[in-house]
């Protein structure tokens, strides 16, 4: 009897996977549609898992905060005055004497400090930014007191520039600025060549990068564009060797500061120092020194705190 017994259950749990007990319900037929349910695999009535999100699309390509006519940037034609010798007005600037030369490209103003010496002189060129043109830009900005305070020895130069997006570069070629000033009768020195630019006068100086005279670059809060030309000027052209950029930043400090972070030989402070004796050695020599301003985008220019000490930083000569 007990053989019996076991028999019977050895063939129920061959066909059972459970054993069976007297409460379980009734198995149902199958609908004629079924088919008999195959071993799976492990996990296979695990939820599915969530979808993968969607890719994040790559961030748009960077846009100026100063949206520029790309054909703006394209070197125009000569403009040729109608004579040989281009008309200047001449008058004594706290003490150093001011020409004023008038050209079919607007005005450019030159100031020849006092104790000027030619012999080893350089060229500062002074780029204005929108709103305002030479002429203002050398009044309310008292550009001839801040030149002075630099005690440089070079000749200065502020010619018209874009007063604004729908305006084009009056001086493409800096050849053509530098002939204007020779067809005025004012001779330019041979020493360092040193190009400053506030704002919207990156569209004028990213033309002048590949200018074989060209040796030093300050951007005042000017990094809005124009990175390709200026990484020709100090890190892929063919003179890059040879160049320093100096970067100050308010409103555009995020630009600035990433474009400096691309290079391991820049150099970055926070704060204008009140002398140029506040710049550390490693700062002075940098081939690109970043410098995020306490002071604001206009006052970078106009509070005569900023431009006579950036200025003793430059290959020029002092008084």
């Known amino acids: 009897m007990k053989l019996f017994v076991a028999v019977v259950a050895g063939v129920l749990g061959a066909v059972?996977?459970?054993?069976?007990?007297?409460?379980?319900?009734?198995?149902?037929?199958?609908?004629?549609d079924d088919t008999a349910d195959e071993p799976g695999t492990p996990g296979e009535n695990e939820p599915p898992p969530p979808a993968a999100p969607a890719p994040?699309?790559?961030?748009?390509?960077?846009?100026?905060?100063?949206s520029v006519n790309p054909h703006l940037h394209l070197p125009r034609p000569r403009v040729e005055d109608d004579d040989g010798r281009l008309e200047k007005k001449e008058d004594t600037v706290l003490g150093g004497k001011h020409f004023r030369i008038r050209t079919a490209r607007g005005a450019v103003h030159v100031w020849v400090p006092p104790d000027y010496d030619r012999e080893t002189?350089?060229?500062?060129?002074?780029?204005?930014g929108y709103y305002t043109d030479a002429d203002g830009a050398w009044r309310e900005h008292e550009l001839a007191r801040q030149f002075k305070a630099s005690h440089q020895n070079a000749l200065f130069i502020v010619p018209?520039?874009?007063?604004?997006n729908d305006d084009a570069v009056q001086w493409p070629a800096l050849k053509d600025l530098r002939r204007a000033v020779s067809r005025a009768n004012i001779h330019l020195p041979d020493g360092p060549v040193v190009v400053i630019g506030h704002s919207g006068a990156f569209r004028t100086v990213m033309q002048w990068v590949d200018h074989r005279l060209v040796d030093q670059i300050i951007l005042l809060d000017a990094l809005y564009a124009?990175?390709?030309?200026?990484?020709?000027?100090?890190a892929s052209g063919k003179r890059a060797d040879d160049h320093k950029l100096v970067v100050v930043a308010a409103s555009t400090a995020e630009e600035s500061a990433s474009f400096a972070r691309r290079y391991k030989f820049a150099v970055a402070r926070e704060r204008m120092p009140a002398t140029s004796g506040g710049f550390t050695r490693r700062e002075?020599?940098?081939k690109l020194l970043y410098i995020r301003s306490q002071f604001e985008h206009m006052a970078i220019v106009t509070s005569g705190k900023v431009i006579p000490t950036l200025l003793r930083l430059t290959p020029l000569k002092a008084l």
């Open 16 to 32: 059972t996977p459970h054993a069976v007990r007297a409460d379980d319900p009734p198995p149902t037929a199958p609908d004629d």
């Open 56 to 66: 994040t699309p790559a961030p748009a390509p960077h846009r100026a905060r100063l």
């Open 121 to 128: 002189a350089g060229t500062v060129i002074y780029v204005h």
């Open 160 to 164: 018209d520039a874009p007063a604004g």
């Open 226 to 234: 124009g990175e390709a030309a200026f990484d020709e000027f100090i």
């Open 284 to 286: 002075r020599g940098a």
